[in-house]
C-alpha cells in the first residue's frame, strides 16, 4: 500500500475560458528580460572585446529564448483546450514564443546594433582625427544608446509580419494569444 507521498499528484487543467495573463510574466515583466538584449549589448562592445564575449552575448539572450519559450508550452499543457489536442496548442505556444523571441529580441536587435556600429565606427574613421580607442568607444556607446529606440519599433514589426504571415498559417486562436503574445 502505497502512502499518500507516493502518489502521483495530478494537477487540474484551468478551462480554456479561464485562461488569463499572468499577472506578472517572469519573463517579460521581470528584470531577467533584460537577459533577451544580451547579445545587442555584446555587438555594442564588438570594438572593444574579443569575438568569444560577444559569441556569449548571443549564447545568454538565446537561452532566455529558449526558457520563455519552454514556460509557455508549460502553461499551454495546463489548459484544458475542450476539443482541440493539448499537443498542438504546446506546440503553438512554443513555436511561436520561440520565432518570436528569436526574431524580436536576437536577429533583428542583434544585426540592427551591429549595423549601427559598424556604420557609427565607419563615419568617425573617415570624418574625424579621433584616436582608435575613442572611436571605438564612441561606437559602443552609440550602439548602447540604440537599444532602447530599437526595441519597439523591432517588436512591432515582428508582430505585423507574423500576424500576416505564420500566424496566419497556423490559424492562432484568440485563447493562446494570451499565452504567447507579450504586453507593450
Known amino acids: ?30 528584470l531577467l528580460r533584460y537577459l533577451g538584449y544580451a547579445n545587442e549589448v555584446g555587438e555594442s562592445f564588438r570594438a572593444l572585446v574579443p569575438g568569444s ?15 520563455d519559450a519552454t514556460s509557455k508550452g508549460y502553461q499551454a499543457s495546463k489548459v484544458d483546450w475542450g476539443e482541440d489536442s493539448t499537443s498542438k496548442k504546446v506546440v503553438h505556444a512554443v513555436g511561436d514564443t520561440l520565432i518570436w523571441q528569436g526574431l524580436a529580441s536576437v536577429a533583428i536587435p542583434g544585426f540592427t ?3 549601427i556600429c559598424k556604420l557609427s565606427h565607419y563615419v568617425l574613421a573617415n570624418t574625424t582625427n579621433l584616436p582608435l580607442p575613442v572611436r571605438k568607444w564612441t561606437t559602443t556607446a552609440i550602439g548602447l544608446a540604440s537599444i532602447p ?5 523591432i517588436d512591432r514589426s515582428v508582430d505585423y ?4 504571415t505564420l500566424r496566419r498559417w497556423y490559424s492562432i ?10 504586453r507593450r
Open 1 to 30: 500500500m502505497a502512502c499518500e507521498s507516493c502518489k502521483p499528484v495530478h494537477e487540474e487543467k484551468v478551462k480554456i475560458s479561464d485562461i488569463k495573463s499572468p499577472e506578472v510574466d517572469i519573463f517579460r515583466d521581470t
Open 161 to 164: 509580419a507574423m500576424n500576416n
Open 149 to 153: 529606440f530599437i526595441v519597439k519599433p
Open 53 to 67: 564575449v560577444v559569441l556569449g552575448s548571443y549564447v545568454v539572450a538565446s537561452s532566455y529564448v529558449v526558457a
Open 113 to 115: 546594433i551591429n549595423r
Open 173 to 182: 486562436q484568440p485563447q493562446e494569444e494570451q499565452l504567447v503574445h507579450h
